[in-house]
């Protein structure tokens, strides 16, 4: 059986694709579901099976815990990392891409060499840094490693962009007088951002996701993030699993706005990533 195009239908694609989606599916249903179960009667009946009367009781446990402090301070976090980190990566990018000499060379070695340095392997030396600060156990204590951390992939990504710009784009803006600072915003911002996007979102689902500075650099309740709220939630709700779901769902939402809100420009700048 051949179709219209002369080509064999990929029956085992498709059969590893649905299996794949199942697999993925399922244990999202399975927490939806859940969290909007009474614990009274969650063991007692079919686990996968939808709630006959669907309650919101545990997500009205998880908003009267302090979780929304949890979710205020991840989002100071989240915004405190990305607005920073983008715009100095984005001038970075271009001025390794427009500028030259020895030490712009040496700048993307060392972004090159931030690369091979993963979180683990520094998070000493950075909690010795912190505490010299007088940093500890505040937002700032974890905004600040998050932005260096950033920075380098972000740095790569963008310039790659600003490479693909025509040069004859960026001469014409001198010609007609513009300074750098003004092709910067006024050029390469407009063409890139795309490319913008697709780091901020990026670095958002992996600050967003932190756990390793916020365990370490954090201590009183009051600063915790998000995932340090979850682990705090299975401890308080260990035996709540409905309350636990519930809480992994409101945590798991901005995730799912931000992939909504900026979906044309994160397929478009991953396209063409994969395109170079």
Same mark, same amino acid.
């Given at each position: 059986?051949?179709?219209?195009?002369?080509?064999?239908?990929?029956?085992?694609?498709?059969?590893?694709?649905?299996?794949?989606?199942?697999?993925?599916?399922?244990?999202?249903?399975?927490?939806?579901?859940?969290?909007?179960?009474?614990?009274?009667?969650?063991?007692?009946?079919?686990?996968?099976?939808?709630?006959?009367?669907?309650?919101?009781?545990?997500?009205?446990?998880?908003?009267?815990?302090?979780?929304?402090?949890?979710?205020?301070?991840?989002?100071?976090?989240?915004?405190?990392?990305?607005?920073?980190?983008? $715009?100095?990566?984005?001038?970075?990018?271009?001025?390794?891409?427009?500028?030259?000499?020895?030490?712009?060379?040496?700048?993307?070695?060392?972004?090159?060499?931030?690369?091979?340095?993963?979180?683990?392997?520094?998070?000493?030396?950075?909690?010795?840094?912190?505490?010299?600060?007088?940093?500890?156990?505040?937002?700032?204590?974890?905004?600040?490693?998050?932005?260096?951390?950033?920075?380098?992939?972000?740095?790569?990504?963008?310039?790659?962009?600003?490479?693909?710009?025509?040069?004859?784009?960026?001469?014409?803006?001198?010609?007609?007088?513009?300074?750098?600072?003004? $092709?910067?915003?006024?050029?390469?911002?407009?063409?890139?951002?795309?490319?913008?996007?697709?780091?901020?979102?990026?670095?958002?689902?992996?600050?967003?996701?932190?756990?390793?500075?916020?365990?370490?650099?954090?201590?009183?309740?009051?600063?915790?993030?998000?995932?340090?709220?979850?682990?705090?939630?299975?401890?308080?709700?260990?035996?709540?699993?409905?309350?636990?779901?519930?809480?992994?769902?409101?945590? $798991?939402?901005?995730?799912?706005?931000?992939?909504?809100?900026?979906?044309?420009?994160?397929?478009?700048?991953?396209?063409?990533?994969?395109?170079?």
């Amino acid at each position: 059986m051949r179709t219209r195009g002369g080509q064999r239908p990929n029956w085992l694609g498709a059969l590893i694709s649905i299996l794949w989606l199942a697999i993925v599916i399922v244990p999202i249903y399975w927490i939806i579901i859940t969290s909007f179960k009474d614990q009274s009667t969650y063991f007692a009946t079919n686990t996968m099976r939808p709630p006959p009367d669907p309650s919101l009781e545990p997500y009205k446990r998880v908003l009267e815990s302090d979780f929304p402090r949890y979710f205020l301070n991840s989002v100071i976090v989240t915004v405190g990392t990305i607005i920073p980190a983008v $715009t100095i990566s984005f001038m970075a990018a271009f001025a390794i891409v427009r500028g030259s000499g020895w030490f712009l060379r040496w700048t993307t070695i060392l972004f090159l060499a931030g690369l091979a340095l993963p979180l683990q392997a520094v998070v000493i030396p950075v909690y010795l840094i912190i505490i010299r600060l007088r940093l500890y156990d505040t937002l700032l204590a974890i905004v600040l490693p998050s932005i260096a951390f950033a920075i380098p992939l972000s740095v790569l990504i963008l310039a790659n962009f600003i490479r693909d710009v025509p040069k004859e784009l960026f001469e014409s803006m001198r010609l007609d007088g513009a300074s750098e600072w003004g $092709t910067l915003w006024n050029l390469a911002f407009p063409l890139v951002r795309p490319a913008l996007v697709t780091v901020s979102i990026y670095n958002g689902l992996t600050v967003w996701n932190g756990f390793i500075l916020p365990l370490i650099l954090t201590q009183s309740p009051s600063q915790r993030t998000l995932p340090l709220a979850l682990q705090s939630f299975q401890g308080q709700f260990q035996i709540d699993i409905p309350a636990v779901l519930a809480s992994v769902v409101l945590a $798991t939402l901005p995730i799912v706005v931000l992939y909504v809100l900026g979906r044309r420009q994160l397929v478009s700048g991953l396209t063409a990533g994969f395109s170079k």
